[in-house]
């Protein structure tokens, strides 16, 4: 059974920046590609960020592109995602999720993750 777990959430204000970690367990990380989504209120979740298994390769949305930086250490079992220039508008529950069914190098689409961490709440301030 796979197991994320995240962390790095919390308040910020506009202009600050975070870093969100989410480990892994259960399953041989290296084999999965992995994703960030977040869910604000009365929207739809999203991807904003997604890494190939070897971290070659990166998926950003527009809206989070030159901004935040998706990474990971496949000896530690963690994929990060750091966050700069925050906006208001970032504000939501972001989660951390596997693929390990190897279709797509780097899935862009929240139904290609089979695995979900509980999510961290970024709240950014104006």
């Known amino acids: 059974q796979v197991q994320l777990v995240e962390s790095g959430g919390g308040l910020v204000q506009a202009g600050g920046s975070l870093r969100l970690s989410c480990a892994a367990s259960?399953?041989?990380?290296?084999?999965?590609?992995m994703g960030w989504l977040r869910q604000a209120p009365g929207k739809a979740r999203e991807v904003v960020a997604a890494?190939?298994?070897?971290?070659?390769?990166?998926f950003y949305a527009n809206s989070v592109k030159g901004r935040f930086t998706v990474s990971r250490d496949n000896a530690k079992n963690t994929v990060y995602l750091q966050m700069n220039s925050l906006k208001p508008e970032d504000t939501a529950v972001y989660y951390c999720?596997?693929?390990?069914?190897?279709?797509?190098?780097?899935?862009?689409?929240?139904?290609?993750?089979?695995?979900w961490g509980q999510g961290t709440q970024v709240t950014v301030s104006s």
């Open positions: 999720a596997a693929d390990y069914s190897g279709r797509y190098d780097v899935p862009t689409q929240g139904v290609s993750y089979n695995y």
């Open positions: 259960g399953r041989t990380f290296s084999s999965a590609a």
């Open positions: 890494i190939s298994r070897t971290g070659g390769s990166t």
